[in-house]
C-alpha cells in the first residue's frame, strides 16, 4: 500500500522531481566518469612512464572524488530538502487520516530508493556513454594510439558510485527522518505562505551601496592586472580578494533596488506591460537571497576561471613546448671547479675531489668519452661554454634602474653575475635549434631574455642605459631591448638573461662557468629514440652514469621526452581536476539557484493567480515568469562572466604564459559550451516546474 | 437604455452522464447601463458560478451570455482574455492586491497589461484615486495600509480601465462594518457619479441593500427579485431580509 502510494506520488510530483533527479544524474555521471579513468582504453595504449603520470592522476582524482561526494551529499540534502517541504501539506493529510510519522518515513524512504536506483541506473548509463568520449579527449592529450575502438565498461567505478552513492542517499533517509520528526501537524497543514510583509530598501542607500560595491570591485580588478606588480606578497593577495567578495555581496545587495530605481524614472518602460511586476518580483526576491545569490556568482566564478584557464594552459603549454625543445638533449656541467666552495643552499664549505676539479676543466664530450659513453649514439653535437665576470652582475646591468627595481622585485639575486656567451658560440646553438642568429661589432652586446616579467625589467634598464664598462672595455647595447633565445631546453620561456658579447672581447679561462652540450639522437624511428634516451636516464646497467656516480662528477641534462612527459602529464592532471571540479560547482550552484526559484515559485503563486484574475493571460503570465527566471538565473553568470575576464588574466600572468586571445578562444569556447548545456538544462527544467507550479490550484 | 448585460437561459452542468449536478438550471435576467443590481442566494445556491461564467472564467454548458452586444460565449483563449481585460472589471473579496507593488502600481497594472501608454497611466490613476479618496496612500504597500482602503484601491483597479461591466465578489466580506459602509458608499458614488454599471454578488443582506435591484437565486435558479425603486435603504432591507427568510427553506425542509 505505501509502496503504490509511493509510486502514485512520484508520478504526480514528476516535474518536482525533475531538478532533483537532473541533479543525481549528472552526479552520478561525472562520478563515474572521473573515476573510470584507469580502465578506459587510452590508458591501456599509452608508454610505460606516461602510465606512471596517470597512476599519480587516478590517486590524485581519487581524492578529489571524497570532496566532491561531500559536496554531492550537501547538495542532494539540501534539493532533498525542498521537495520534502514542498509537500508538507500532503503529509499533514496523511497524518489527519491517522497515518502515523513512522508510516509517512517510509514513504519517503521508499521514494528516496526508488529515485536513488533509478537515478543510479541512468546516471551510470550515462557514465558509461560519457566516458567513451573521454576516452578520446585522453587519447588525444597523451597521444595514444586509438585506431582501434573498443567499449569500456569500468565494474571498479561502477561499484564506488554505487558504494559512494548509496552512502549519500542514506544521509538524506536520515536527515527527512529527523525533518518528519519535527513536524506538528498544525504547521504542516497550513504550510502554504500567505503574502508576507515586504521589506522594502531605501533607494538611496541601495543606490550608495551599489556604486560603492562597483568601485570596490573595479579596483579589486585593477590590482589583479594593472597593479600585479604590487602583488608580492600572500597578505596583499587576500586584499582583492576580500574585496571581490564584498563587492559581490554588495552588488547583489543593492543592484534590484539600484535597478528599479533606474528604470521608474523611466515611465515609458516602468509601465509597460509586466514589466513592474517583473521588476517588483526580483527586487523582493533577490533581498531574500543576497548570499545564496552571491555564493552562487563566486561559485560559477570559480568554475568560469579554472576551465578556460587550465584548457588555455595545455594549449599554451603545448605551442611552448613544440619551439622551447628543438634538440633531443641538453648536458650541463659546472666548469673551473674551485679548491672549495660554499654550498649556497647548505652554506656547508664543499672540497671537490681532485677527480672532480680535473674534470671540470674540460668540455662534456671529453667527460662523456673518458666514462665510457659511445659517442654513435649522438649526431649534431654542438659545445659551448658559458661565461660570468664577477663585476658584471645583474645590478649592474640594470645601472640606474637598479633601485626601481629592486622596490618591485625585492627578492631577485642582483649580486648574481650574468651569464656570458660569445655571439658566435651562440650562433652555433641557434642554427642548431633553427632561431634567430645575431651578428656584433666590436663594441656592442646584446641581452636575450625571454622570462615575460624579467624581459620587462631588462628593458626599462636597457632603455635608461646601456653603455657599460667591463675591464677597462666600453660596450652599447645593439637593441635597447631584449632579443628572445635560449640555449637551456624548458617547458616554458624561463631564460631570465644570457649576455652576447663580441667574439674578440677578452674572456679570460678562469671565468668560464659552465660547459654546454646540446645534440640530437643519432635515431631515425621514435623507438630507436627511446632507446638512446635510455643511456642517459636508465639507472641499471648503465655505464656511464654509475662511472659518474663513482668519480662524482655531476653531470646535468634535460631530454625533450623526459619534457614533454613531465608537461603534458602536468598538465593533463591539472585539466582533469579542474573539470571535474569546475562541473561539480556548476551543477552545485545550478541546482541551488533552481531550487531558491522553485520555492520562490510555489510561495508566490497566490501573485500569479491574482494576475491571472486581473486580466492577464497565460501568455503575458509565462512571459513574466519566464523574464524573471531568466534575469534570477543571468545576474550572477552575468558577474561572473565579467569577474571571470580578469580572473584568468590574473591567473596567466602568475603561471608566466601569457596567452594571446587566440589562444584562449577554444578554450573559452569549450566552457562556453559546457556551461550553457549544464546551466541551460537547470534553467529549463526551471522554468517548466515553475510554470507547472503557477498552474496549480489551492 | 441599452442592456449591458444579457444573460439568456443559461445552464451549467458539471459531472458526467451518471452523475449530473447542476449549478445553473436555466437563468436569465438583463442588466442596463448604470445599474447596480446584487446577486443573493445561500452557499451552493449557485452564484458564484453564475459570476464566474459572466466574468468568463467558466463556461456555460448551454445558453448566451451577451455583454455589450457581444456573446462571450462564442469567444475563445485569447479574444477571451482580451475581453476580459477590456470590457470587465473585477472587486473579489481578499482584495487581490500584489503585495510587491505600491496602491499606485497595483492600480497602474491594469492599465499596463493593456498597453496603454504611460504618460496616460500615470494621469488616470491621479484621476480615479482622487475619486475614490486614496490620492493619499497612492505611494503605499498594501502591508501599510487598512482592508478598507485595500479595497478602495481594489475599486480603482476595477474601474480605471473604463470597464462596461465591475463584477464583485463578496467585496465587503474580508470588512468590518465600518470599513464595509464606506466601501458601499464609494460604490454607490461610482454607480451614481460615474456611472459605473455594477453587477454584485453578495450573501449578507445590508451589503445587498445598497444595490437598486436583487436577484434572489435558489438551487440554480432565480427565486425572487426585488427592485429598490422609490423604497428608502431601510425599507428595501427590510424587504430583502422577508425574502431571505423565504429562501432560508420552506416548512417543509424542515424535519
Known sequence: MLFKLSIKNMKKSFKDYAIYFLTLVLGVAIFYMFNSLDSQQAMLEVSESTRDMIKLMISMLGMVSVFIAIVLGFLIVYANNFLVNRRKREFGIYMTLGMGRRQISKIILIETILVGIISLIVGIFIGVFGSQFMSILVAKLFQADMSEFTFVFSKDACIKTCIYFAVMYLAVMIFNTLTISRYKLINLLTAVRKNEKVKIKNPIISIIVFLISVGLLGYAYYIVTGGIYELNTEEKMLVPILMGIVGTIGVFWSLSGFILRMIQTSKKIYLKGTNMFVLRQLNNKINTTVISMSVICLMLFMTISVLSSSLSIQTTMDSELQEMTPVDVNLYKTANLPQSYEDSYTGQTIYPTQEQIEDSKHSISYTLKTNGYDMNNLKDVVEISVYTIPEWTLQYSLGSYYEQAKAQFSMLMYDLPEEIIKVSDYNKIAELYGQEQYSLSDDEYIVLCDFDNMTELRNEALKQNSTVEIEGKTLHAKYNECKSGFIEMSASYVNTGIILVPDNFELKEEWKEEEFLAANYNAKTDEEKEEIEKTFVEAENNALLSNLDQKGIELEGMTKISLIEASKGLSTIIIFIAIYLGVIFLIASSAILALKQLTESSDNKQRYTILRKIGCDEKMINQALFRQIFIFFMLPLALAIIHSIFGIKFILSMLAALASPSDLLPSVIATAVIIGIIYGLYFLATYMGSKNIIKEED | ?255
Open chain 2, 1 to 255: 437604455m441599452s442592456h449591458v448585460l444579457e444573460v439568456k437561459n443559461i445552464e451549467k452542468y458539471y459531472g458526467n452522464k451518471s452523475n449530473l449536478t447542476k449549478a445553473i438550471a436555466g437563468i436569465s435576467f438583463n442588466v442596463e447601463e448604470g445599474e447596480f443590481v446584487g446577486i443573493m442566494g445561500a452557499s451552493g445556491s449557485g452564484k458564484t458560478t453564475l459570476l464566474n461564467c459572466i466574468s468568463t472564467i467558466d463556461r456555460v454548458t448551454a445558453g448566451n451570455i451577451i455583454i455589450n452586444h457581444q456573446d462571450i460565449t462564442k469567444l475563445k483563449g485569447n479574444k477571451l482574455n482580451k475581453f476580459r481585460r477590456e470590457e470587465l472589471g473585477f472587486i473579489f473579496q481578499d482584495f487581490n492586491l500584489l503585495d510587491t507593488l505600491t496602491a499606485y502600481e497595483n492600480i497602474a497594472l491594469a492599465l499596463t497589461i493593456q498597453k496603454v501608454n504611460a504618460h496616460e497611466i500615470d494621469k488616470k490613476v491621479k484621476e480615479v484615486a482622487e475619486k475614490l479618496e486614496i490620492s493619499n496612500i497612492l505611494n503605499k504597500y498594501p502591508y501599510q495600509i487598512s482592508g478598507g482602503q485595500k479595497q478602495r484601491v481594489a475599486s480603482a483597479r476595477a474601474i480605471i480601465t473604463n470597464p462596461k461591466m465591475v463584477l464583485a465578489d463578496e467585496p465587503t466580506g474580508a470588512l468590518d462594518s465600518k470599513s464595509a459602509r464606506q466601501l458601499l458608499e464609494t460604490f454607490e458614488h461610482l454607480n451614481q457619479n460615474l456611472g459605473a454599471t455594477i453587477l454584485m454578488v453578495t450573501h449578507d443582506a445590508f451589503t445587498a441593500s445598497y444595490a437598486d435591484r436583487i436577484i434572489f437565486i435558489k438551487d440554480g435558479k432565480i427565486f425572487n427579485e426585488l427592485v429598490k425603486g422609490e423604497d428608502t435603504r431601510k425599507q428595501f432591507f427590510e424587504k430583502i431580509i422577508e425574502v431571505q427568510t423565504l429562501l432560508g427553506g420552506d416548512l417543509n425542509d424542515v424535519i
